[in-house]
Nanobody, 121 residues
């Protein structure tokens, strides 16, 4: 059973920083793109950042220059370093990954349970 487990959320003041981590566990053949999404109260889930297996990142315009996504392929982990946080960054952040269970399976999308990030003074 593949699981994605996030950690690192919490309460931070505007201008502060947080680092989110996500660990993928279980029996997997390969992981391609990994990413972070967020969903604020009353809003749709949106892509924050994603990174390919070759470490090519892509960011939402709203977080460019403030957030950095990275991954450790050996540990099946993805990270999101969030700096200069703003109140509008407040949301539940979800880890996402495209995973193949075996060489005979196509990629499927997996989600973590989410971690709350609150930016408030």
């Amino acid at each position: 059973q593949v699981q994605l487990v996030e950690s690192g959320g919490g309460l931070v003041q505007p201008g502060g920083s947080l680092r989110l981590s996500c660990a993928a566990s279980g029996s997997m053949y390969s992981i391609s793109t990994m990413g972070w999404y967020r969903q604020a109260s009353g809003k749709q889930r949106e892509l924050v950042a994603q990174i390919t297996s070759g470490a090519r990142p892509d960011y939402a315009d709203s977080v460019k220059g403030r957030f950095t996504i990275s991954r450790d392929n050996a540990k099946n982990m993805v990270y999101l370093q969030m700096n200069s946080l703003k109140p509008e960054d407040t949301a539940v952040y979800y880890c996402n990954a495209d995973i193949r269970l075996s060489r005979w399976h196509p990629s499927s999308e997996y989600w973590g349970q989410g971690t709350q990030v609150t930016v408030s003074s």
